[in-house]
């Protein structure tokens, strides 16, 4: 890969889409595969004070809500004092499903963090909002990356899940295909719903890291709850400033495995034949779970 040519076309496309034209990370340190050190000491204890904030509104809301695995796996994460040490964090992961965290300035290409996950390594955003997001916010930052997505890291069959997704976006750049597995991932492990016995939890990142969404997506009558389904969720545009209007439910970890199993090159070229969904669209046949009952 020629780095310096393909660093200046990753940030002339980044300065075009963001509104102030530049990225927040500082990019000026990192490596080929844009890892940095975390640096953890220079931390302000304001920041440490403000991820304390955030833990314990999210610590808070995960019981009833996050799948299972989530809240497990959140629990034996010793997070909630000071924003974590990666490296402490990465030791442990390691251990369980042979996955590492990598210290990342923001948004990284494509096709490295593709090359990231399809190497059993996580990358995760350095930097902590501002006091002002602390409802929202645009770029993840460390809170979303490491709270939101770490823990289920935890679990084999999805550790094992988000290996194949890097190793099918590596194959997804070379078809043509990455509109169609980006959607995947935004309404999986973004924004992803669970069964449960005691009815639907989240285990999206996205969602697990929001104040707002976290209820919403369970308990509003507003947005549609559908049975997962590759085809139908490759098919639907998504919305990325505003809560969803749609919401995909896998059975467990294992439906979202196997059900992604299948060579995905036929799929991408019957999808290029296909006409877009609304984020909002509810088709014929399809059934709608509806919210859960009797949460807060
Ligand atoms: N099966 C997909 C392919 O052939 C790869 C993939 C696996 C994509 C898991 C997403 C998740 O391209
Ligand atoms: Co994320």
């Known amino acids: 890969m020629n780095t310096a040519v393909d660093q200046a076309d990753f940030f002339k496309t980044l300065t075009e889409k ?10 000026s340190q990192a490596d080929e595969q844009y890892v940095v050190k975390q640096n953890w000491g220079a931390y302000t204890s304001e920041q440490h004070a403000l991820w304390r904030k955030l833990y314990e ?10 799948c299972d695995v989530f809240i497990d796996s959140l629990a034996k994460m010793n997070a909630s004092d000071a924003i974590p040490h ?5 030791d442990a ?15 990284v290409p494509d096709l490295t963090f593709f090359e990231h996950l399809a190497n059993r390594r996580f990358p995760v955003t350095v930097w902590l909002r501002e006091p002002s997001e602390f409802d929202y916010i645009v770029e993840p930052d460390v809170f979303h990356d490491f709270f939101g997505h770490v823990p289920l890291l ?8 988000m290996q194949e997704y890097g190793k099918g976006g590596l194959k997804a750049l070379k078809l043509d295909g990455l509109t169609y597995l980006a959607r995947l991932y935004w309404y ?21 890291s929001s104040g707002g969404e976290i209820e919403y ?9 559908i049975p997962f389904e ?13 809560y969803q209007e749609t919401y995909f439910v896998i059975r467990d970890f294992q439906q979202l495995f196997n059900d992604t199993a299948p060579d995905f090159a036929p799929l991408y070229e019957k999808l290029k034949t296909l006409e877009a969904l609304p984020a909002d669209s509810l088709l014929a046949g399809e059934i709608d779970l509806g919210p859960n009952r009797g949460l807060s």
């Open 18 to 27: 963001s509104d102030s034209g530049t990225l927040r990370g500082d990019y």
């Open 57 to 66: 509104r999210q610590a808070r809301l995960v019981p009833d809500r996050a």
């Open 86 to 90: 990666f490296d402490r964090t990465s």
């Open 93 to 107: 992961l390691y251990k369980v499903t042979g996955w590492r965290l990598v210290a990342v300035p923001g948004l």
């Open 154 to 161: 935890f679990n084999p069959i999805f550790a094992d899940h």
């Open 188 to 208: 999986t492990v973004e924004f992803g719903l669970i069964e449960s016995p005691r009815g639907l939890r989240a285990y999206g990142a996205g969602i697990l």
């Open 217 to 225: 997506c369970l308990t509003s009558p507003n947005p549609r709850r």
């Open 230 to 242: 590759v085809e139908r969720v490759m098919r639907t545009l998504y919305k990325i400033d505003s």
